[in-house]
Every structure is written in structure tokens, then in C-alpha cells.
């Protein structure tokens, strides 16, 4: 194998680079802070390998021009930070029941409102799971790293398109505006995955027909020569809106099974130190980082605490978490709010052992002391 490219590479970049990579060839948007790189280097990149780049005049906007570029048969992306994310919720949810593969891209900055535009926050966790309205299938991943962000905006584009579902890349700021060195993967070591299309001439499709044994319906795309209707009405297999109440309550719970009935494939994490853990952190994005720097320096204190990284967010990594809850006599989930993964991991856990949260809202990181304190409070 040939020597792989080497770059210092910003967060963002390497979101735009990893889009690329898995075949994004349209992107619409709002510029937003901080994750305003992302459409720069779009608006950039995009037009020399003939992908499209538009900026929209909203973020309500941004979203349902990333929808229509799903529909045409493009791969698309969109990127925005908290306010943003907001005024996308409404369009999200027509993406996740009209099946529309796309990847949203969520910078977290410190909120509520305009809040601190420019400092780092993980407070749009909840918002995730359940910003838009009704049940809906949630794909949430959560890069800790540039090169992790490389990678999982790859995986984003994968799972959206296996699934007809839209994807969401949780960024914080810390990794958004981090500068890391990455290899660059070789073209034929990414793997990635294209929507399934009916075949040219099929008279019997049907937009939201699932064959048997299958979950997810094959997507052709507008001006191919097929006739199907999209909206944002419950509908039958034609795409038409329908009012049956059967057909309402077999199409909602097919949508979610696409999710829940394939955990096993979409969930991701990492554990370390957990063969003799007492104590275990539960981390997930740039906070991870303070995470295993604390759990590095409390295991040469003789202090048996493990962690577990949850890259897959959404779904939340339930087997693996009653699993070692069997093991471990505290949980601590530090993160950048005020207690909105800790309540996952409550649930979760059902009282069988103590749950700790570790908040910060005022704008800066948690720091590996900070942590470190906090295991040794709990001891």
C-alpha cells in the first residue's frame, strides 16, 4: 500500500473532505458559527468535481434545498450550529417520514438563543433524539477527533443511504475549529454505500414498496422516468396521503424498525480500561478527549475506573451499557450541558447502580482535572 496523504486538518475540513470521500455531490445551507468552514470550503470544492453548492436565504430553506438534492439522486449535505438546527427541525422530520437520505451536520456552540457563538457546547443532545415532532427514527454520530470526523461523515453518508433516513453529525466546537495531523485514506480503502434504485423500466415500482425480507423501499430519483409523489402526509406506497389508519400505523412503524431492528449495525463505541473497572465515564465527543486524559491519570493513582466512548449516540448504546452496568458501582457522564445524556444513562440503568452527571454551560471545556476530580469525589 502506497504511502498515505498527510495534512494538518481542521475539524470542519476534514467533514467537507469525508463528504467528498462518500460521494456528497450537493450541499445547501445557511453560514452559521461555528460551523461556517463547512460551507466555505463546499462553496470551494464542490463546483471542480461538478457537484452543486447553494446558499439558501435561511436555514428553513438550507434544509428542503438539501432534500430536493436528495431527491434528484444526489448525496447531499447540509451544516448549521444550535439556532440553526432549531429552524431545520420542522424539514428534518419531512426528510426522516418522506425517507430521504441526507446528512445534517450540527457544529454545537453554547446556547440557548444566540448564545455564546463562538464557544463550545454539547447541548443539542436532546434536541437530536427529539427536535422535530411525532415518533421518528434518530441516527446520531459524535466525532471526538479530526480524523474521527473524517470517518464518520463517511459513515453518516453510508447509513442515510442504506437506510433512507436522514443522518445527523453531532460536531461540537472543540472539534470543528481543532487543528490535527491525519492520513488521508486511499480512495480504495473507503467503502462506501449507494441508495438501491429500481431497475430502469420497472412499470410495478412504487416509491414506498418494501420487497419481502426487506425494511427499506428502493429510491429512484426525480426525472428518471419514474412516477412517484413525496410528501409529508402519511401515504401509501404510491407516496400518495392517505387517512387509513392502517396504513398510517404500518408506515410509522416500519420507519422506526429501519432503526431499532438494525442497532447492531448502526451503533458504535469504544471501551478501554473496563476489565477491572469500579467506576466508569461515559463520554462522547470533544469531551471525550478530557474523558480518557482523566482515566489515564486516575489509573496511575491505582483508581479502577474504565470508559466508554459512545460514537453512535442515537441510537444509545443500551446492550453495551447494561452490560457493564453489571459490572461498575458508578457511572460518571461529564458533558457540556446540564444533564441531557446522563438522563439516557439513568433510564437505562434503572437505579442498579449510581449514575453521576458533571455539567458546564459557561462556554469552556471540561478539563481533565475537573474530571479527575469528580472520580475521586465518587470513590
Known sequence: MKNREI?????????????????????????????????????????????????????????????GG?????????????????????????????????????????????????APSQGDIMQAKWGTHGDHPVIALSP???????????KAFNLAEKYRTPVLLMLDEIVGHMREKIEIPHPEEIETYDRIKPEAGDENYKAYRVEEGDIVPKMAAFGEGFHFHVTGLMHDEFGFPSND???????????????????????????????????????????????RSAVKQ??????????????????????????LTNQVRTILVPELNLGQYVLEVERVVAGKTEVVGLGKVNGEAITPDEILAKIKEVL
Open 245 to 291: 389508519a392502517d396504513v398510517a400505523d404500518k408506515l410509522l412503524r416500519r420507519i422506526m424498525d429501519k432503526v431499532s431492528d438494525n442497532v447492531d449495525d448502526i451503533v458504535i463505541y469504544e471501551e478501554e480500561y473496563m476489565e477491572d473497572a469500579e467506576i466508569m465515564i461515559l463520554a462522547y465527543g470533544g469531551t471525550y478527549r478530557s474523558a
Open 144 to 154: 471526538s477527533s479530526v480524523r474521527e470526523t473524517y470517518d464518520l461523515t463517511i
Open 298 to 323: 486516575a489509573r496511575k493513582m491505582g483508581i479502577k475506573v474504565g470508559l466508554l466512548k459512545a460514537i453512535t449516540i442515537w441510537p444509545f448504546p443500551e446492550k453495551k451499557v447494561k452490560e
Open 7 to 67: 495534512k494538518l486538518m481542521q475539524g470542519n475540513e476534514a467533514c467537507v473532505e469525508g463528504a467528498i470521500a462518500a460521494g456528497m455531490m450537493f450541499y445547501a445551507g445557511y453560514p452559521i458559527t461555528p460551523s461556517t468552514e463547512i460551507a466555505e470550503i463546499c462553496a470551494q470544492k464542490l463546483p471542480l468535481i461538478g457537484g452543486k453548492f447553494i446558499q439558501m436565504e435561511d436555514e428553513i430553506a438550507g434544509m428542503a434545498a438539501t432534500i
Open 70 to 118: 436528495a431527491l434528484s439522486g444526489l448525496k447531499a449535505m447540509t451544516a448549521t450550529s444550535g439556532p440553526g438546527f432549531s429552524l431545520k427541525q420542522e424539514n428534518i422530520g419531512y426528510a426522516a417520514l418522506a425517507e430521504i437520505p441526507c446528512v445534517i451536520v450540527d457544529v454545537q456552540r453554547a446556547g440557548p438563543s444566540t448564545g455564546l457563538p463562538t
